[in-house]
């Protein structure tokens, strides 16, 4: 059974910082890696999709990495700023199950001005 | 090209009456999930279906649950009898087809129960 498990659960900084939120699951066997944004009350806004054969993806401040024979996976955002506060989600699909996608719990982010 | 579009945004219900979402798939997209998000917890897998079939609900609760994906028309949510319990964001999904597609989420249903 593919669990999806995301460290910090919560975690503060200053503006400005770099970062990186750690993503790790159980079953190697996944066809893609998917990190979310979700902000208070609203719907998942999706920041990056890595495939199974990628190792990473970028777009803009933010670069995700896949290892997949170890199950992990890094979120990187460069020079946070405020308006990156938001839970981040990383989320797995794969075959164990049969296609559905598995969430993390999430990382509640929080950069003070 | 929509995207996945689920209506009501925001839905109030009794203890004990039925709640109906709807979501509406991509076009294109014939394979549609359904998840929950209890207040401050991850989403939880509940089901997995195409047209007319039910493919995966090892997530559905036993009782009051159900779910459908007609020929004609969007997918439904379906809770009987709702508890205070029950109260929570429901978001769909849909992907062109199973296997390494990437799923498209919607907006949500955020149900609550007074």
């Known amino acids: 059974k593919q669990e999806v498990t995301q460290i910090p659960a919560a975690l503060s900084v200053p503006e400005g910082e770099n970062l990186v939120l750690n993503c790790s699951f159980t079953d190697s066997a996944i066809y893609n890696l998917q990190w979310f944004r979700q902000d208070p009350g609203k719907g998942l806004t999706s920041l990056l999709l890595i495939q199974s054969s990628q190792r990473e993806q970028t777009s803009g401040r933010l670069n995700a990495s896949l290892d997949k024979s170890s199950g992990r996976s890094t979120l990187y955002i460069a020079a946070s700023q405020p308006g990156d506060s938001a839970t981040y989600l990383c989320a797995v699909s794969g075959d164990t199950g049969g296609f559905k996608t598995i969430f993390g719990a999430g990382t509640r982010l929080f950069v003070k001005a | 090209n929509a995207g996945v579009m689920q209506n009501p945004r925001h839905l109030v219900r009794r203890r004990g009456q039925e709640a109906r979402l709807r979501c509406s798939p991509m076009?294109?997209?014939?394979?549609v999930y359904w998840y929950r998000q209890l207040p401050e917890e991850g989403l939880k897998f509940m089901v997995y279906?195409?047209?007319?079939?039910?493919?995966?609900e090892s997530g559905m609760p036993k009782e009051r649950f159900s779910a459908e994906f007609p020929k004609e028309g969007p997918s439904i949510l379906r809770i009987q009898q709702v508890v205070r319990g029950d109260s929570a964001a429901y978001f769909c999904?849909?992907?062109?087809?199973?296997?390494?597609?990437?799923?498209?989420f919607g907006q949500g249903t955020r149900l609550t129960v007074v």
């Open positions: 279906l195409q047209k007319e079939n039910i493919i995966d």
């Open positions: 076009k294109g997209h014939s394979h």
């Open positions: 999904a849909s992907s062109r087809t199973g296997e390494n597609t990437e799923a498209f």
